[in-house]
C-alpha cells in the first residue's frame, strides 16, 4: 500500500512541534488584501456611479424665473 501522508509530519502535529503560523499568517494577509481591494472598488464605484449635480445658483440662473427677480 502507497502511503499518501507523511508520518513524520503527522508525528510533529501530534507532539505540538509544527506550528500552523505561516498558513495562518499567509491567509490574515490574503484576507486583508481582499478588504483592501473591496474598499477600493467600492469607492471607484461611487465615484462613478453617482450623478452630477448641478450647482443651485447656476440652476436659478438658467431658469424662466430669472426676468422677475431682476425687474
Do not use: C
Not at 508525528?11 to 509544527?18: C, M, P, T, V
Not at 464605484?45 to 452630477?52: L, M, Q, R, T
Request: no cysteine.
Amino acid at each position: 500500500m502507497i502511503e499518501t501522508y507523511s508520518p513524520e509530519l503527522i508525528s510533529e502535529y501530534l507532539n505540538g512541534q509544527a506550528s500552523d503560523l505561516p498558513a495562518m499568517v499567509r491567509l490574515m494577509a490574503q484576507a486583508f488584501f481582499v478588504l483592501m481591494a473591496g474598499i477600493v472598488i467600492w469607492r471607484v464605484s461611487v465615484a462613478f456611479g453617482k450623478p452630477k449635480q448641478v450647482n443651485q445658483r447656476k440652476k436659478f440662473i438658467r431658469s424662466k424665473y430669472k426676468d422677475h427677480w431682476y425687474n
